[in-house]
């Protein structure tokens, strides 16, 4: 079956710090960049963060970009987010999406999109 899994997500006060995992079974990751966006209750979706096909460039919004860092291990068909310094604002489903064409992913095409995990940034 060929999908993306994203997991990691939880409950988190301000200032901490979480791990998301974005692995993908059925095709082989390393071929694709891997974006991560998420939507928040009542707002549009957001483009978070992007790592292109082999890890030597990477894009964030300015909202994260000194907090939350993506990452590859292409071994592991996996890609991660990591996040630092969580904000209540940060409070979203996130996603992870796959597309070989880095460009096209930056605006939120996809071949494949993972189902979301929670992240909860509250006191």
């Known amino acids: 079956q060929v999908q993306l899994v994203e997991s990691g997500g939880d409950l988190v006060s301000p200032g901490g710090s979480l791990t998301l995992s974005c692995t993908a079974s059925?095709?082989?990751?390393?071929?694709?960049?891997v974006g991560w966006f998420r939507r928040a209750p009542g707002k549009e979706r957001e483009r978070v963060a992007a790592?292109?096909?082999?890890?030597?460039?990477?894009y964030f919004t300015d909202s994260v970009r000194d907090r939350f860092t993506v990452s590859r291990d292409n071994a592991k068909n996996t890609v991660y987010l990591q996040m630092n310094n969580l904000k209540p604002e940060d409070t979203a489903v996130y996603y992870c999406?796959?597309?070989?064409?880095?460009?096209?992913?930056?605006?939120?095409?996809?071949?494949?999109w993972g189902q979301g995990t929670q992240v909860t940034v509250s006191s």
């Open positions: 790592i292109t096909r082999t890890g030597d460039s990477t």
């Open positions: 999406a796959a597309n070989d064409d880095f460009s096209a992913l930056r605006v939120g095409l996809a071949h494949y």
């Open positions: 059925g095709f082989t990751l390393q071929y694709y960049a």
